[in-house]
């Protein structure tokens, strides 16, 4: 059973902080790595993917892998209460397998 | 921009009445999927369509549950015979190509809430 596991929250962070997200596997074989945001009643929003160890920006985002450590983690600088959303780390094994979500981790945005 | 499209938004209906729900891929996209939501957990995998034949299904996608791409654009989940527990929210998604590599992801529509009563 492959597993992704993710800390369920709430995080709570003050407006301008940084979040960190964190997200680790069990299939150690993994190829990608998704971060989507979930609003609530809201279908999953694609925010980064990520395939290399390192890390990988996208404006105030920054996705990192480490595959020896089979770990995830998404950064998000100057925090806005707009961000408040549970976000989903979802891993893809490569082929034609399916991707597993995690139970995803409530962020809030303090103003 | 190019979007997944589902409709109804919500869908209510009996226990063990068939409900079909749809799904409009994004157009240049090969690789279809639906997932479901139960409210308060996961987001949980039900099924990959490719090349009009499933690739792979979960142990939730029982004899109830069928996939078709009836034309080149609708891709929808037929549940049979519904049960209390089939309660959540459904989700379609599209891939150019199997999720994972440089370019491609699998991207969400809005969903359908289903209720059955």
């Known amino acids: 059973q492959k597993e992704v596991e993710q800390n369920s929250g709430p995080l709570s962070v003050p407006e301008g902080a940084i979040a960190s997200l964190n997200c680790t596997y069990s299939?150690?074989?993994?190829?990608?790595f998704f971060w989507y945001r979930q609003y609530s009643g809201k279908s999953p929003e694609l925010i980064m993917f990520?395939?290399?160890?390192g890390d990988k920006e996208d404006g105030r985002f920054t996705a990192q892998l480490n595959k020896a450590s089979q770990y995830v983690s998404l950064l998000i600088r100057d925090s806005q209460p707009s961000d408040s959303a549970t976000y989903l780390c979802?891993?893809?094994?490569?082929?034609?397998?399916?991707?597993?979500f995690g139970t995803g981790t409530k962020l809030q945005v303090i103003p | 921009e190019p979007e997944v499209t589902q409709t109804p938004s919500h869908q209510v209906t009996q226990m063990g009445q068939e409900v079909i729900l749809r799904c409009v891929p994004i157009?240049?996209?090969?690789?279809f999927y639906w997932y479901r939501q139960i409210l308060g957990q996961k987001v949980e995998f039900l099924v990959s369509?490719?090349?009009?034949?499933?690739?792979?299904k979960s142990e939730i996608f029982d004899d109830q549950f069928s996939v078709e791409r009836p034309d080149g654009s609708n891709f929808t989940l037929k549940i049979r015979s519904t049960k209390l527990e089939d309660s959540a929210m459904y989700f379609c998604?599209?891939?150019?190509?199997?999720?994972?590599?440089?370019?491609?992801?699998?991207?969400f529509g809005p969903g359908t809430r289903l209720t059955v009563l």
């Open positions: 998604a599209s891939s150019y190509r199997p999720s994972g590599g440089s370019t491609d992801t699998q991207y």
């Open positions: 299939d150690r074989g993994s190829q990608s």
């Open positions: 990520i395939y290399s160890n």
């Open positions: 979802a891993v893809y094994p490569g082929g034609y397998q399916k991707v597993t």
């Open positions: 157009s240049n996209h090969l690789y």
């Open positions: 369509f490719y090349n009009n034949e499933i690739s792979e």
